[in-house]
């Protein structure tokens, strides 16, 4: 059985219910792993316990750093307002009480991690960015500094250990869900039509007179010129623009194929259509795209074999909580 007791914290009465925005926005607009940890003058981050799991404590600095990124990846510069903070908060305490209960699994079942393990780890974790500065900063941002760094690793590379023994290799993937998925998926991703998209400019001329076309090449050596080749700056009156205009290839033909050979942002020659002259401007071309399974079912399987991977380790997540005590603070009083 699940036991889960929830204890009030008079301690952050003020610091989330009477002030929640004043401490949170700088948190949450700065890094949460600066050395000024502090909770409203409740003395270090790191003291303030916000949860207990089977007696392991989750502190205030966990908290802050993980809104802080939940703030960061799924928000954005999105304004955090008291109901978004809220739903931030829990789903950082959430987070952080099923890392632990995971934890705790796997450090239970995997030897201990050694030196050369978390320092082999870091090596690769350098390779992903391309300067010394870039990797500290990620370390910083995310870490504190490099000690915080290894310190995780410390605790995470049992699980990610246990993960690659208990559901990595048990996962198989047949070749008929292969199939299945590359059906599902290949509209959108393996058998795309070739796309043209275009500046349309719609002239007011009389498609008859020989001087039209004259007219239409000036404004069109004038836009170049003079308006940094963007239609859109022409003073109004001459025609009229429809931008970023996608071409069907059947019922555009004409400026379809007047376009489809262009380079970008490069102009047609004058495009009569039904009586009417156009020139276009190439914006955007994508080359059609008709993958076979064979060509791609190396890509879709992997694509599978993560999926339900993901799946089995979700539903191991899912009973994590079955018979721990985890005690939550009570951060709203």
């Known amino acids: 059985m699940n036991k889960q007791t929830t204890k009030r ?53 966990q908290l802050m750093r993980t809104m802080s990124q939940i703030s960061r990846t799924k928000h954005g510069s999105e304004e955090v307002s008291p109901l978004l903070a809220e739903k931030i908060q829990k789903e950082a305490i959430d987070k952080l009480v099923i890392e632990e209960l995971a934890v705790q699994v796997a450090t239970a079942k995997m030897p201990k991690v050694t030196n050369e393990q978390v320092e ?9 960015y391309k300067t010394e500065d870039a990797f500290k900063k990620y370390v910083d941002d995310e870490f504190g500094d490099l000690a915080g760094l290894k310190k995780q690793l410390t605790r995470s ?12 290799a048990k996962v198989t993937v047949s070749d008929a869900e292969v199939e299945q998925a590359y059906e599902a998926t290949k509209a959108q991703s393996f058998v795309t039509p070739e ?25 069109k050596k004038s836009i170049v010129d003079q308006y940094n080749n963007d239609p ?59 993958k ?20 089995m380790i979700n539903d191991w997540l899912s009973g994590l909580r079955q018979g721990a005590n985890v005690e939550l603070m009570d951060l709203t009083r």
């Open 9 to 61: 914290l008079p301690l952050l009465s003020l610091v989330i219910a009477i002030t929640w925005l004043s401490w949170l926005m700088p948190i949450l607009a700065s890094d949460a792993g600066d050395k000024a940890d502090e909770t409203m003058g409740h003395g270090s981050a790191k003291d303030v316990v916000v949860a207990k799991v089977n007696g392991a404590i989750i502190n205030m600095e």
């Open 292 to 311: 076979s399974l064979t060509e791609v079912a190396p890509q879709v399987k992997q694509q599978v074999h993560m999926q339900k991977r993901q799946a």
């Open 120 to 128: 082999a780890k870091i090596k690769a974790l350098k390779k992903k």
């Open 157 to 168: 590379l049992p699980l990610e250990f246990f993960i690659n023994q208990e559901f990595e």
């Open 195 to 219: 796309l043209v998209q275009v500046n349309d400019l719609l002239f007011f001329l009389d498609a008859a007179s020989p001087d039209s076309a004259e007219v239409i090449e000036k404004v």
């Open 232 to 290: 859109s700056q022409f003073p109004p009156g001459t025609f009229a623009l429809q931008k970023n205009l996608p071409l069907d290839m059947v019922k555009d033909k004409a400026m379809y194929e007047a376009a489809k050979g262009l380079k970008e942002y490069g102009w047609s020659a004058p495009v009569n259509v039904e009586g009417n002259l156009h020139a276009v401007q190439l914006v955007g071309y994508k080359p059609a795209v008709n």
